[in-house]
């Protein structure tokens, strides 16, 4: 797609990101503690991540902590879906 500009800020990926943590440990049937004991992190990390109105910037290797917690790749957290049912 020559000639297609892309603007999407850091916000923009977080927002996904964040919701994407969400939906994967709500679908794995875990509390924010128990993926947060898993992932070697605390729970009010897990929450300031899920939280929209908190802009907790979240880095790579922590991302791979819970993608491992949650037995998952971590690319899935970066894609974006239609439709979020929270």
């Given at each position: 797609?020559?000639?297609?500009?892309?603007?999407?800020?850091?916000?923009?990926?977080?927002?996904?990101?964040?919701?994407?943590?969400?939906?994967y440990?709500?679908?794995?049937?875990?509390?924010?503690q128990?993926?947060?004991?898993?992932?070697?992190?605390?729970?009010?990390?897990?929450?300031?991540?899920?939280?929209?109105?908190?802009?907790?910037?979240?880095?790579?290797?922590?991302?791979?902590?819970?993608?491992?917690?949650?037995?998952?790749?971590?690319?899935?957290?970066?894609?974006?879906?239609s439709?979020?049912?929270?």
């Amino acid at each position: 797609m020559i000639g297609t500009l892309y603007i999407h800020t850091d916000e923009y990926y977080y927002e996904i990101v964040r919701k994407n943590i969400k939906k994967y440990r709500i679908e794995k049937n875990f509390t924010q503690q128990e993926l947060a004991d898993m992932a070697g992190i605390s729970r009010q990390y897990i929450t300031d991540i899920e939280n929209p109105n908190r802009c907790k910037h979240v880095t790579i290797a922590i991302l791979g902590r819970i993608a491992d917690a949650l037995d998952m790749n971590i690319e899935l957290f970066f894609r974006k879906y239609s439709i979020f049912t929270w």
